[in-house]
């Protein structure tokens, strides 16, 4: 690597070159503490500074972010906001290191263009740390005290000048001119680094590989301790370089038509992270959280990007009026573990989506028909405006789509029509929150925003040649009902079939008038349930939940798969009994639900354990993931 | 859809928080043009009777005249919003719930005529009757109001998120009043909402927005105790200002020790 020696005199002249391209932004004081701020001259910099309140993130992955805005329900045009070129003087190895982490979540797959646009309008200079600041652990991952990725130059403090690397062509202009460093000076830089890192007291002991270890250790007694002090403040978070949760929401002006979409980080370590429609809660109990967060930190993000998750920047200790400590708490874990056992990490099944198209833009659909099944769910027939996007859309049985109502935000919601539909397709959806309420209120010929499909469906491959047995509940009947068609389409490519649906009442049951055209389906089965009767209602089927039509099942346990979805509890319970009956876990497959925000494995919303159902799923194999930390039901 | 009507009420309160809403004047107009201000005895001479399709109810329910009242209000809207802390959770009023005196003992200690003084324990509106949305702080918080008209106009859940203090004070970049300066901040424990006001311009959070959701007082009351060494009146005060009604700041006053 190039290195350059700079005389202290002469950071004002490498200041003044920045001042010309860029904005330039680096560390000043807060009283006794230090911010990222705009600096106008080099004499505001405090480039002894240990660590600054929020981390550098702010500037690429913003606090507020406005994507879109909009005037009508599906009419948006894409934020863009003025491109300037900002340099970043003075960033630590840690920060250095936690950007590259988020370029990962926000560039690797569905590129996200808030992100993309301010990130290469962003020259980095970093700076080498020459003593740890108090709540660092760094070393534990070699993300500090030294760095050698990641920046456009990088500057170690000497004590009479600087000694600066080289790491881009922009950064190489930036020091023209100057003289190259000897030998002497490159040996210094290396003493003073590895000087800071002896000076490093706090470690976490990474020998033995993290991920494992965290698994083996998921009900050590240390997690009740530190949730039974933890405040759920999500101080840890919002100062952690690494987080990038996020939530999604249309603010509107008084007009309550023209607005904004705008994204607010978010904290895992809220009650609210995971809630959806009619106040659900999916992680509501503190310790989840907790371990959500660190394992987050230590191990999933890992699994999810490939990258760390933890740069140790002492962050969220330093924020934390509990003390609460990774060092500390991996100390503990570390000194009395859990006894040992076999563990396998979930493995994301590996699919990029690269587009230069806006992923968060919504194409424009039309309602073309609307067909009542309950008497809070409707079926909508879509069909998307522009002719090239209509013949180019395709999907798969159960994935999603996110159907956006400008000004009241986005929900995601399965696909209720067949993959072999071409032209339009269909959205089975029960009115319960914001979106789904305002969709109810729409007509035929109104025009909403779609975009999708997203994530992974049925096994439809899989399933050749086997026997079907497909477990519904409630509304869970709306992404399997492809499947069911498919099979109609293409019975001889599929063995037995047997459909298991159980509703509430016979009120709640989906699909009704085309149940005898799958009843005429050739080795079809077809057992309806329901929890209770009406007085006065007529029933001729099963009373009683899904899971008492069990004793009906005729097909064979070798040769079948077992698709299902409805309420988490009654796949939970469906599982189960199936297990309990000798079924195997590879056999089974699950949809899941969980607040999805975006869609793209981004906003974190959806987040079980290190899965995110969006993009995993929200179709898995039971298999794959029931042996998760914390479990999955 | 012809402008929906309502009406501000006020129970026991100092006022506060229905002068913040005329506070909104840079867009008064703009509200001006979307609602219809019914009833609002503070703000304009002829006011008229229900019904109303909103009725914001400021203040605590003290008397039961209060009470008639408030069950009359509930009866005229058709939502009913909680304005303030007082009408959310008691508020300062409530102080006098845990004060171990009778009602007699206290109105004899506020009023020298008693003859038509009648005073029952504090609570908040919905210890009464159904209400449908909260708007927190002492006094609440303009942004969040207009939020609420805007969400009621268009119909839709404003999904409020009651999480702590503490993440918008950190957004804001300041210094923390707890940990660096050893002040007893009730920012971790407090609900947000209020962009940290008063831990922005150097004041510790007084909890004055009630609980967070997941609100861990009782952890927080022993860092009082234990950290910054409090006394447990002065930590029982603390969670008894504004919110002591509340189940959450309860455990932080200890009354489940």
């Given at each position: 690597?190039?290195?350059?020696?700079?005389?202290?005199?002469?950071?004002?002249?490498?200041?003044?070159?920045?001042?010309?391209?860029?904005?330039?932004?680096?560390?000043?004081?807060?009283?006794?503490?230090?911010?990222?701020?705009?600096?106008?001259?080099?004499?505001?910099?405090?480039?002894?500074?240990?660590?600054?309140?929020?981390?550098?993130?702010?500037?690429f992955h913003s606090p507020v972010q406005s994507m879109i805005q909009f005037s009508e329900i599906s009419e948006g045009d894409q934020e863009r906001s003025p491109l300037v070129k900002r340099a970043l003087f003075g960033v630590h190895p840690c920060d250095v290191h936690a950007t590259l982490s988020l370029?990962?979540?926000?560039?690797?797959?569905?590129?996200?263009?808030?992100?993309?646009?301010?990130?290469?309008?962003?020259?980095?200079?970093?700076?080498?740390?020459?003593?740890?600041?108090?709540?660092?652990?760094?070393?534990?991952?070699?993300?500090?005290?030294?760095?050698?990725?990641?920046?456009?130059?990088?500057?170690?403090?000497?004590?009479?000048?600087?000694?600066?690397?080289?790491?881009?062509?922009?950064?190489?202009?930036?020091?023209?001119?100057?003289?190259?460093?000897?030998?002497?000076?490159?040996?210094?830089?290396?003493?003073?680094?590895?000087?800071?890192?002896?000076?490093?007291?706090?470690?976490?002991?990474?020998?033995?590989?993290?991920?494992?270890?965290?698994?083996?250790?998921?009900?050590?007694?240390?997690?009740?301790?530190?949730?039974?002090?933890?405040?759920?403040?999500?101080?840890?978070?919002?100062?952690?370089?690494?987080?990038?949760?996020?939530?999604?929401?249309?603010?509107?002006?008084?007009?309550?038509?023209?607005?904004?979409?705008?994204?607010?980080?978010?904290?895992?370590?809220?009650?609210?992270?995971?809630?959806?429609?009619?106040?659900?809660?999916?992680?509501?109990?503190?310790?989840?959280?907790?371990?959500?967060?660190?394992?987050?930190?230590?191990?999933?993000?890992?699994?999810?990007?490939?990258?760390?998750?933890?740069?140790?920047?002492?962050?969220?200790?330093?924020?934390?009026?509990?003390?609460?400590?990774?060092?500390?708490?991996?100390?503990?874990?570390?000194?009395?573990?859990?006894?040992?056992?076999?563990?396998?990490?979930?493995?994301?099944?590996?699919?990029?989506?690269?587009?230069?198209?806006?992923?968060?833009?919504?194409?424009?659909?039309?309602?073309?028909?609307?067909?009542?099944?309950?008497?809070?769910?409707?079926?909508?027939?879509?069909?998307?405006?522009?002719?090239?996007?209509?013949?180019?859309?395709?999907?798969?049985?159960?994935?999603?789509?996110?159907?956006?109502?400008?000004?009241?935000?986005?929900?995601?919601?399965?696909?209720?029509?067949?993959?072999?539909?071409?032209?339009?397709?269909?959205?089975?959806?029960?009115?319960?929150?914001?979106?789904?309420?305002?969709?109810?209120?729409?007509?035929?010929?109104?025009?909403?925003?779609?975009?999708?499909?997203?994530?992974?469906?049925?096994?439809?491959?899989?399933?050749?040649?086997?026997?079907?047995?497909?477990?519904?509940?409630?509304?869970?009947?709306?992404?399997?009902?492809?499947?069911?068609?498919?099979?109609?389409?293409?019975?001889?490519?599929?063995?037995?079939?047997?459909?298991?649906?159980?509703?509430?009442?016979?009120?709640?049951?989906?699909?009704?008038?085309?149940?005898?055209?799958?009843?005429?389906?050739?080795?079809?089965?077809?057992?309806?349930?329901?929890?209770?009767?009406?007085?006065?209602?007529?029933?001729?089927?099963?009373?009683?939940?899904?899971?008492?039509?069990?004793?009906?099942?005729?097909?064979?346990?070798?040769?079948?798969?077992?698709?299902?979805?409805?309420?988490?509890?009654?796949?939970?319970?469906?599982?189960?009994?199936?297990?309990?009956?000798?079924?195997?876990?590879?056999?089974?497959?699950?949809?899941?639900?969980?607040?999805?925000?975006?869609?793209?494995?981004?906003?974190?919303?959806?987040?079980?354990?290190?899965?995110?159902?969006?993009?995993?799923?929200?179709?898995?194999?039971?298999?794959?993931?029931?042996?998760?930390?914390?479990?999955?039901? | 859809?012809?402008?929906?009507?309502?009406?501000?009420?006020?129970?026991?309160?100092?006022?506060?928080?229905?002068?913040?809403?005329?506070?909104?004047?840079?867009?008064?107009?703009?509200?001006?043009?979307?609602?219809?201000?019914?009833?609002?005895?503070?703000?304009?001479?002829?006011?008229?009777?229900?019904?109303?399709?909103?009725?914001?109810?400021?203040?605590?329910?003290?008397?039961?005249?209060?009470?008639?009242?408030?069950?009359?209000?509930?009866?005229?809207?058709?939502?009913?919003?909680?304005?303030?802390?007082?009408?959310?959770?008691?508020?300062?009023?409530?102080?006098?719930?845990?004060?171990?005196?009778?009602?007699?003992?206290?109105?004899?200690?506020?009023?020298?005529?008693?003859?038509?003084?009648?005073?029952?324990?504090?609570?908040?509106?919905?210890?009464?009757?159904?209400?449908?949305?909260?708007?927190?702080?002492?006094?609440?918080?303009?942004?969040?109001?207009?939020?609420?008209?805007?969400?009621?106009?268009?119909?839709?859940?404003?999904?409020?998120?009651?999480?702590?203090?503490?993440?918008?004070?950190?957004?804001?970049?300041?210094?923390?009043?707890?940990?660096?300066?050893?002040?007893?901040?009730?920012?971790?424990?407090?609900?947000?909402?209020?962009?940290?006001?008063?831990?922005?311009?150097?004041?510790?959070?007084?909890?004055?927005?009630?609980?967070?959701?997941?609100?861990?007082?009782?952890?927080?009351?022993?860092?009082?105790?234990?950290?910054?060494?409090?006394?447990?009146?002065?930590?029982?005060?603390?969670?008894?200002?504004?919110?002591?009604?509340?189940?959450?700041?309860?455990?932080?006053?200890?009354?489940?020790?």
């Open positions: 690597m190039e290195k350059i020696i700079l005389n202290k005199n002469d950071l004002n002249t490498l200041f003044a070159r920045l001042k010309d391209e860029y904005e330039v932004y680096g560390p000043v004081a807060k009283k006794d503490q230090y911010v990222f701020s705009m600096v106008e001259n080099v004499e505001e910099l405090k480039l002894d500074y240990d660590t600054t309140i929020l981390p550098p993130k702010k500037y370029d990962k979540v926000f560039l690797e797959t569905y590129p996200d263009p808030y992100y993309k646009d301010l990130r290469k309008q962003t020259l980095i200079v970093a700076l080498n740390c020459k003593k740890p600041c108090r709540n660092g652990f760094c070393a534990s991952f070699n993300t500090g005290p030294g760095i050698d990725i990641g920046f456009d130059l990088c500057m170690t403090d000497l004590g009479d000048r600087y000694m600066i690397s080289v790491g881009s062509e922009k950064g190489r202009d930036l020091v023209s001119g100057f003289l190259p460093a000897g030998e002497e000076e490159i040996r210094r830089e290396k003493d003073i680094i590895d000087d800071c890192r002896d000076m490093v007291t706090r470690w976490i002991d990474t020998e033995e590989d993290l991920g494992e270890f965290l698994h083996q250790n998921f009900e050590h007694k240390v997690w009740r301790d530190v949730s039974k002090e933890c405040l759920a403040c999500g101080g840890c978070t919002t100062v952690c370089p690494t987080c990038y949760c996020f939530a999604v929401k249309d603010v509107v002006d008084l007009t309550i038509k023209d607005g904004k979409r705008m994204r607010f980080w978010d904290s895992c370590m809220f009650y609210e992270f995971s809630r959806v429609a009619l106040d659900h809660v999916f992680m509501p109990e503190r310790e989840a959280r907790v371990k959500q967060r660190l394992y987050h930190k230590l191990a999933y993000y890992q699994q999810q990007f490939n990258v760390l998750g933890c740069v140790g920047c002492g962050r969220c200790v330093t924020a934390c009026v509990k003390n609460i400590d990774p060092v500390m708490i991996m100390a503990r874990i570390q000194a009395d573990p859990c006894e040992e056992k076999e563990i396998s990490l979930y493995k994301p099944p590996h699919k990029k989506i690269e587009s230069d198209e806006n992923p968060w833009m919504p194409y424009k659909a039309v309602i073309k028909d609307i067909k009542k099944q309950t008497c809070d769910v409707n079926t909508y027939t879509f069909e998307y405006l522009d002719e090239k996007i209509k013949a180019g859309y395709t999907y798969l049985n159960g994935t999603y789509n996110l159907i956006s109502l400008f000004g009241t935000g986005e929900s995601a919601i399965s696909i209720s029509s067949w993959e072999e539909m071409k032209g339009t397709f269909e959205h089975t959806v029960r009115a319960v929150g914001n979106v789904t309420k305002a969709l109810a209120e729409l007509k035929v010929g109104d025009v909403v925003g779609i975009r999708g499909p997203y994530g992974h469906g049925w096994p439809m491959e899989k399933m050749k040649g086997r026997n079907i047995l497909l477990i519904a509940g409630g509304i869970g009947l709306a992404p399997l009902r492809g499947v069911v068609e498919s099979v109609k389409n293409h019975r001889e490519e599929y063995g037995k079939f047997e459909i298991l649906y159980g509703a509430r009442t016979p009120g709640g049951l989906l699909f009704t008038d085309e149940y005898e055209k799958w009843r005429q389906i050739p080795d079809t089965n077809l057992y309806l349930t329901v929890d209770e009767v009406p007085q006065g209602m007529e029933w001729n089927e099963n009373v009683g939940v899904v899971t008492t039509l069990f004793d009906r099942i005729s097909c064979s346990r070798e040769n079948t798969v077992v698709i299902t979805c409805g309420p988490d509890i009654m796949m939970k319970f469906a599982v189960l009994g199936l297990m309990k009956q000798g079924w195997s876990p590879e056999q089974i497959y699950v949809s899941l639900e969980r607040r999805m925000g975006c869609g793209m494995k981004k906003c974190g919303n959806c987040q079980m354990g290190p899965v995110f159902v969006c993009q995993d799923g929200p179709v898995f194999q039971y298999a794959e993931i029931m042996n998760l930390p914390g479990g999955v039901f | 859809m012809s402008k929906p009507k309502l009406a501000f009420f006020k129970l026991s309160s100092c006022a506060g928080c229905q002068l913040s809403v005329l506070n909104i004047e840079p867009v008064l107009l703009d509200v001006l043009g979307a609602i219809d201000i019914t009833y609002f005895v503070m703000a304009k001479r002829s006011n008229y009777h229900g019904p109303y399709d909103i009725g914001f109810v400021e203040g605590a329910v003290t008397s039961p005249r209060e009470l008639e009242e408030l069950k009359n209000i509930r009866r005229e809207c058709n939502l009913v919003v909680a304005m303030g802390t007082c009408a959310c959770f008691g508020g300062i009023p409530s102080i006098k719930n845990f004060t171990g005196m009778t009602q007699r003992q206290m109105e004899e200690k506020v009023y020298s005529e008693l003859w038509d003084i009648k005073s029952i324990p504090v609570q908040g509106i919905d210890y009464y009757i159904p209400v449908d949305h909260y708007l927190r702080g002492c006094p609440i918080d303009l942004e969040e109001f207009l939020t609420l008209v805007k969400s009621l106009l268009k119909g839709v859940n404003p999904h409020f998120r009651f999480h702590s203090v503490c993440n918008e004070c950190k957004l804001n970049e300041n210094i923390c009043l707890l940990v660096n300066r050893g002040k007893a901040c009730m920012g971790s424990v407090t609900a947000s909402g209020c962009n940290a006001l008063c831990p922005s311009l150097g004041r510790e959070c007084e909890g004055c927005r009630g609980p967070a959701s997941d609100c861990n007082a009782e952890s927080l009351a022993k860092t009082f105790s234990k950290e910054l060494g409090l006394d447990k009146a002065d930590i029982v005060r603390k969670f008894r200002k504004y919110a002591g009604n509340t189940s959450e700041f309860s455990k932080g006053a200890g009354d489940n020790e």
